[in-house]
């Protein structure tokens, strides 16, 4: 395993496009959500956010797309290149390669999503005072770690996607589709009770539910609890990835 572990590290850290990604991650998820910060203006309580929080950690939304792209190349790009094999002949426990890879890609976006939401809660503490708001204290620790968590549990979902149909650009619209296809039936949906459920199931509308700090009582799910959702859609996806991995060749 710690061969694996090597392998996979050692190919990511001297592939380019891993650290501009990563750095991507960084720099948009900070810019989209100071740019809520700075575009919410509070000058009365009908006007101001129902929720600081979840306002200050706003680029999570779009941040999570390049972490999705980050975890697909991690696995495409072999297959693209037919890296596969060599790597695949190194190591022929298949299932040791792809937890190399989830551990490998986990660890780097745990990383760069920590520096993304500690940007993005700075950005808040700097801008919103200014607006009227100020972002509460203890849920913002508790949305602060929980959003770390959210992100590399995106890495992961969309890691078991990517080895599941090894495809770039099937694997980003899959994972992508996942993410917002259960939004959008949220608004095409009539039905209270249906739009709930949706919300109780989305990997996103559940997962993003940590970054709540107001109207708990009336989230369609608890915070931790639609964190647990994700980790099961990331599970879920892994343990696909992983049989289809060893059934086929490669």
């Given at each position: 395993m710690s061969r694996a572990l090597r392998a996979e590290w050692t190919k990511l850290r001297t592939v380019a496009s891993t650290g501009w990604l990563l750095l991507g991650v960084v720099l948009v998820t900070v810019a989209v959500s100071a740019g809520a910060d700075a575009a919410d203006v509070c000058t009365s309580s009908a006007?101001?956010?129902?929720?600081?929080?979840r306002l200050s950690?706003?680029?999570t939304?779009?941040?999570?797309?390049?972490?999705?792209i980050v975890a697909v190349l991690a696995v495409t790009a072999e297959y693209g290149t037919g890296m596969i094999r060599t790597t695949l002949a190194a190591v022929p426990r298949r299932t040791a390669v792809l937890a190399a890879k989830a551990a490998v890609v986990g660890g780097l976006t745990l990383a760069a999503g920590t520096v993304a939401v500690l940007g993005s809660v700075l950005a808040g503490e700097l801008i919103l005072p200014g607006h009227g708001l100020t972002p509460p204290g203890g849920p913002m620790l508790r949305?602060?770690?929980g959003t770390v968590l959210y992100l590399t549990l995106i890495a992961l979902l969309s890691l078991g996607v990517a080895t599941a149909v090894r495809d770039s650009a099937v694997a980003v619209g899959v994972v992508l589709g996942l993410l917002y296809i259960f939004p959008i039936l949220g608004l095409v949906v009539s039905s209270p009770p249906w739009q709930r459920h949706l919300q109780q199931l989305g990997p996103m509308t559940a997962g993003l539910e940590i970054?709540?700090?107001?109207?708990?009582?009336?989230?369609?799910?608890?915070?931790?609890?639609?964190?647990?959702?994700?980790a099961?859609?990331?599970?879920?996806?892994?343990?696909?990835?992983?049989l289809l991995l060893c059934l086929r060749d490669a």
């Open positions: 006007g101001c956010h129902p929720d600081v929080t950690l706003t680029g939304d779009v941040g999570q797309a390049v972490v999705a949305a602060a770690l970054q709540a700090s107001a109207g708990l009582r009336h989230l369609p799910i608890g915070p931790w609890a639609g964190l647990g959702v994700l099961a859609w990331a599970a879920a996806a892994l343990l696909g990835g992983g």
